[in-house]
């Protein structure tokens, strides 16, 4: 099962993402007249850009420390350094870091004198550097996903399109609402390249969205029996959400805008509440990337008789495997008299999944007469579990093999 610390340091990703990549893309792409930029406005925006460096590497070199922990079992510089050169995560952790270094040194004014060295091209170049760092970044994130740690091609592309195109829509959204704007004129203007880039990020979010959940949802009954589908029906309500309020900006507000500028202030105060709501996806959105997404061929592979006693009470049934991957068991209990166990004697059901670093998953058992049990669950990971029944007098264990 996830630890509790891995959604949050998901999110502290996302989120210095978007103050790294998404202040600097701003005033590069949405906003690059210098002269409607007030300096205070600058000054801000710099500092979140740093900001957003810092974050990006603390977080990345933190969560290294906490997984290796948990996979270890214990901590110390050897172990960490051997950690983040030698797995998976690490090494593309250590990339994430040289990147944040090399946009934060772009946006320091690098000394190198680009006019004089290229011309007028020096524009076209800086923002070059800055696209292809920004895409590096999110790739780096993207490998360390679901898809990118199972090395699937075209669910790692589509992730990190997803990504971008977030990055690009929350981070357009954001810094409209902290820009301060010389001439509301101004800010219409750039509003109407906001709203532009808004609506085709929204288009590539959903279609790669939209691909990502067939692949990790490959059933519909998988949206209400797995932890990761009931994440996914909250973070897709919140995005219903979000999109009916951004729906309600793009068509109602802006044509007032152009009509009347001046509105423009209480605009981005309205615009707040859909910054608060993207907030607010990426936290569940967090939550997704950190739950365990079912996995196809899981589950019991045949049909298990068991009989076991222990104090005198006796265990005895059968486990067939379910359609998704999963396992349903019928069973009697008797009493050390080979009698039904009485009805007041609670009864209860886990398919114990520790070997997989996972939770246990309670069963729904349902009484089917005289002694007599049913229940299933899904199990959504490859690889052996057991099942454990329990009475307050005795506890039986069924080893289930799903290979
Ligand atoms: C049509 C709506 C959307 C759908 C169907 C959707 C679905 C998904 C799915 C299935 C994943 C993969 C999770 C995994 O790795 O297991 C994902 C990842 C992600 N989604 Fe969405 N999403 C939608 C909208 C959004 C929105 C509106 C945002 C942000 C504002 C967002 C931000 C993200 C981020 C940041 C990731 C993680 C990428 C990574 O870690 O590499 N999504 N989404």
Not at 86 to 102: E, H, K, P, S, Y
Not at 186 to 215: H, K
Request: charged share 15%; net charge positive.
């Amino acid at each position: 099962m996830a630890s509790l610390e891995s959604p949050v340091f998901r999110f502290l990703l996302f989120v210095s993402l978007v103050l790294l990549v998404g202040s600097a893309g701003f005033v590069r792409f949405l906003e690059s007249r210098a002269g409607a930029v007030s300096p205070a406005t600058a000054r801000l925006f710099t500092w979140l850009h740093r900001l957003g460096a810092g974050l990006l590497i603390a977080v990345s070199l933190l969560d290294v420390g906490f997984t290796a922990r948990r996979a270890l079992g214990e901590i110390n510089p050897y172990l960490y350094f051997a950690y983040l050169t030698r797995t998976w995560n690490g090494q593309w952790v250590i990339l994430r870091v040289i990147i944040a270094l090399g946009l934060l040194w772009l946006s320091l004014r690098p000394r190198v004198d680009w006019q004089t060295l290229i011309g007028r091209h020096a524009a076209l170049l800086e923002r070059t550097v800055f696209v292809v760092l920004s895409i590096v970044a999110a790739v780096t994130v993207s490998m360390t996903s679901h898809a990118g740690s199972r090395g699937e091609l075209w669910p790692i592309i589509s992730d990190l399109v997803h990504l971008l195109a977030m990055l690009t829509w929350v981070g357009s959204v954001f810094f409209t609402v902290l820009f301060t704007f010389r001439e509301p004129r101004d800010g219409v203007n750039v509003l109407e390249r906001v709203s532009t880039v808004a609506l085709v990020s929204v288009g590539a979010i959903a279609l790669t969205g939209a691909f990502s959940s067939l692949v990790r949802l490959w059933h519909p009954a998988l949206l209400t029996i797995t932890n990761y589908g009931q994440t996914w029906v909250f973070k897709l309500t919140l995005v219903a959400a979000v999109l009916a309020l951004a729906g309600i900006n793009r068509f109602m507000w802006m044509p007032l805008l152009r009509r009347i500028p001046s509105r423009l202030p209480r605009f981005q105060r309205v615009m707040r509440l859909e910054a608060v709501l993207l907030t607010v996806v990426l936290m569940a959105t967090s939550a997704l990337t950190s739950t365990a997404p079912p996995e196809q061929g899981a589950g019991l592979k045949r049909s298990v008789s068991f009989k076991q006693s222990k104090n005198g009470y006796t265990l005895e049934g059968v486990a067939s495997p379910t359609p998704l991957g999963g396992a349903r068991l019928e069973f009697t209990l008797t009493d050390a008299k080979a009698a039904p166990l009485p009805d007041d004697v609670r009864v209860e059901g886990i398919f114990d999944m520790s070997s997989h670093g996972m939770g246990p998953l309670t069963l729904n058992l349902e009484r089917l007469g005289a002694g007599r049990f049913a229940g299933d669950g899904f199990f959504g990971q490859t690889g052996d579990f057991d099942a454990v029944i329990k009475i307050p007098q005795a506890e039986w264990r069924v080893v289930l093999p799903s290979r």
